[in-house]
T-cell receptor
């Protein structure tokens, strides 16, 4: 089924464990993004990627790592999870159209709880 | 730096009445502005965007937004609210590198 998917949808882990959240899109969009959503903060950008093998930090990147070896996948890894990383994580993708910025398409989200 | 502000955390509107969700922006250069909606336990969905041209932008589900350069505003509007419009609404502005900066969101409650 075409679109953008995230897995797992729900995850409970313990402080100090490594966790990887997966994101997959079928549109071959160049741009991919990871956000976290917390009450009172809206969406904050963690990392983004303009193409395969090109990634850059966002507003709240500390404690997170990303990779993008293939255009369609953009996994997010929490190297050593902390309670402050309890959040809902959204992946998104977009493409430029005619040189103009286009809208982002969002996945359904992963709700992560760090105990 | 680019930014958007949504001055209202929550807006309550009676069903059938017109609704407005407010957004103001601050940019250097031309503003590229977006509105997204989030229903419970879902990802964000694109509603509409302003890049250039007509100041009144029409989008999905009967929503429209009015771009006002002198007031640096991009308010979301709908002539007649539905209960199903109840959701969280985000205004956003394009940053460099095709990143988007989101406002903190406004929760819209449509009262039956």
């Amino acid at each position: 089924d075409a679109g953008i998917t995230q897995s797992p949808r729900y995850k409970i882990t313990e402080t100090g464990r490594q966790v990887t959240l997966m994101c997959h899109q079928t549109w071959s969009h160049s741009y991919m993004f990871w956000y976290r959503q917390d009450l009172g903060h809206g969406l904050r950008l963690i990392y983004y990627s303009a193409a395969a093998d090109i990634t850059d930090k966002g507003e709240v990147s500390d404690g997170y790592v990303v990779s993008r070896s293939k255009t369609e996948n953009f996994p997010l890894t929490l190297e050593s999870a902390t309670r402050s990383q309890t959040s809902v994580y959204f992946c998104a993708s977009s493409e430029r159209v005619g040189g103009w910025p286009n809208e982002q398409f969002f996945g359904p989200g992963t709700r992560l709880t760090v105990l | 730096a680019q930014s958007v502000a949504q001055p209202e955390d929550q807006v309550n509107v009676a069903e059938g009445n017109p609704l407005t969700v407010k957004c103001t922006y601050s940019v250097s250069g031309n503003p590229y502005l977006f509105w997204y909606v989030q229903y419970p336990n879902r990802g964000l969905q694109f509603l509409l965007k302003y890049i250039t041209g007509d100041n009144l932008v029409k989008g999905s589900y009967g929503f429209e937004a009015e771009f006002n350069k002198s007031q640096t505003s991009f308010h979301l509007k709908k002539p007649s609210a539905l209960v199903s419009d109840s959701a969280l609404y985000f205004c956003a502005v394009r940053d460099w590198g095709d990143k988007i900066i989101f406002g903190k969101g406004t929760r819209l409650h449509i009262l039956p």
